[in-house]
């Protein structure tokens, strides 16, 4: 069973349709108490890192999430919800994140584009995977995703399963150990989304 945490910001609905589309059985949670309850959770997001930080604070989700990953059970943030497991945002001023993977996360940055790209990130794009990791199995080594996105991760390069290129090379999918993000919206990249979804609801707990 797979708890989607609900803070008044994720895309909710079309994560949980694809869950379902693919078998998993999921619920959507905002006490919470009961997330200890579930074997996995999936953190969605769509907005602005400080809302959402502010959002999980006022009923001690941001807490329960951290207690859970520190259970060794699998846990997955998507787009907002990978930024979120970070030490902090520098998205309208600086915020303190979820701090279970090192690292921040900062605007695109105009000046390190090779040629003129716009922002936001929007559209399909390259995903090429840099480590052996559950959550791609049965992917090839580069696969298109659908993103969505004006800020992006940078972290060690140890926790680093995938990186982007757009202007520059970007962090777009990281792991330590049994907590796992991906900037990109794999709800909403049909074949190649659906097996990354998969694949974190066939992990072993």
């Known amino acids: 069973m797979i708890a989607i945490i609900d803070y008044n910001m ?8 694809a869950l379902e589309k693919i078998g998993a059985s999921c619920r959507v949670v905002s006490e919470p108490e009961r997330v200890e309850t579930f074997e996995k959770v999936l953190l969605p997001g769509v907005g602005a890192f400080g809302d959402a930080m502010e959002h999980l604070g006022k009923n001690g989700m941001d807490e329960a999430i951290r207690a859970f990953a520190k259970s060794g059970r699998p846990m997955l943030g998507i787009c907002l919800g990978m930024q979120l497991l970070f030490q902090k945002s520098l998205e309208f001023g600086e915020h303190e994140g979820l701090g279970l993977i090192p690292g921040e996360v900062v605007p695109f940055d105009p000046n390190l584009f090779e040629t003129p790209h716009k922002i936001p990130h929007m559209g399909w794009n390259e995903l090429f995977v840099q480590k052996e990791t559950p959550l791609f199995e049965g992917l090839p ?8 996105h004006s800020y992006h991760a940078v972290t060690p390069d140890e926790y680093a399963i995938g990186r982007t290129w757009y202007g520059y090379e970007f962090v777009s999918a990281v792991q330590r150990e049994n ?5 990109p ?11 990354i979804l998969k694949n974190f609801v066939e992990m072993k707990v």
């Open 10 to 17: 994720g895309n909710l609905a079309s994560v949980r349709n």
């Open 141 to 148: 080594r580069d696969f298109y995703l659908y993103f969505v």
């Open 179 to 183: 907590v796992f993000g991906i900037q």
């Open 185 to 195: 919206h794999p709800e909403k990249s049909h074949d190649n989304g659906l097996r």
